[in-house]
């Protein structure tokens, strides 16, 4: 069974930050991975989605990495601002299954001004 | 708009009552999901669909029906709720192949007395 980890569970930086959010997944065997954001009492919108054939993706200041030899994903934001302060949470889909996404429970960040 | 909708936003109800959360789609993708989202156990799978005409057990589908007899509306039955039922409900769908992201509603939260 996949099984998706996130850490850390939260974290809070100072404006202007560069930061990495980390993602384990147990199971190598995936079509892809996808990041996501969470703002309090919100669903959550898609970031970005790395394919298993890719390395990384790129949207504006957030850059996404996976390595499926290793299980790990990470998603580095650059320069953060207060709006980023939200829970980012990662999501795999295994290969050769019903192509259902398993979740990581989150990382809650907090950026202050 | 496009995108999913979700009713009723949230609701208060009595242990033993019947209970169905509506969702609807309108980007017509072929899979949709529900979810509940708990402090600290993140979110876990309950039914999915992945076309019209059938449906699937995630990781906690008991005390829960649905049913998926159109592309565009995938309600979630409650038949006879129960305090642990109280939580926050997400409704998810997503066109056929990896390539193609989650696209969440907004939540209905639900609370079981």
């Known amino acids: 069974k996949q099984e998706v980890t996130q850490i850390p569970a939260a974290l809070s930086v100072p404006e202007g930050e560069n930061l990495v959010l980390n993602c384990s997944f147990t199971?190598?065997?995936?079509?892809?991975l996808q990041w996501f954001r969470q703002d309090p009492g919100k669903g959550l919108t898609s970031l970005l989605l790395i394919q298993s054939s890719q390395r990384e993706q790129t949207s504006g200041r957030l850059n996404a990495s996976l390595d499926k030899s290793s299980g790990r994903s990470t998603l580095y934001i650059a320069a953060s601002q207060p709006g980023d302060s939200a829970t980012y949470l990662c999501a795999v889909i295994a290969s050769g299954g019903s192509y259902i996404p398993t979740f990581g429970r989150g990382t809650s960040l907090i950026v202050h001004p | 708009i496009a995108g999913i909708t979700q009713a009723p936003t949230s609701q208060i109800l009595a242990a033993g009552r019947r209970m169905t959360l509506r969702c609807t789609q309108d980007m017509r993708h072929n899979a949709m999901y529900w979810y509940r989202q708990d402090l600290g156990l993140g979110l876990r799978l309950i039914h999915y669909s992945n076309t019209a005409g059938t449906t699937g057990k995630g990781e906690v589908p008991d005390g829960y029906s649905v049913s998926r007899a159109n592309t565009d509306d995938f309600p979630l039955t409650l038949a006879s709720a129960v305090p642990s039922q109280t939580s926050v409900y997400f409704c998810?769908?997503?066109?056929?192949?990896?390539?193609?992201?989650?696209?969440f509603g907004p939540g209905t939260r639900l609370t079981v007395l």
């Open positions: 199971d190598s065997a995936i079509y892809n």
């Open positions: 998810a769908s997503k066109a056929s192949g990896m390539s193609h992201t989650q696209y």
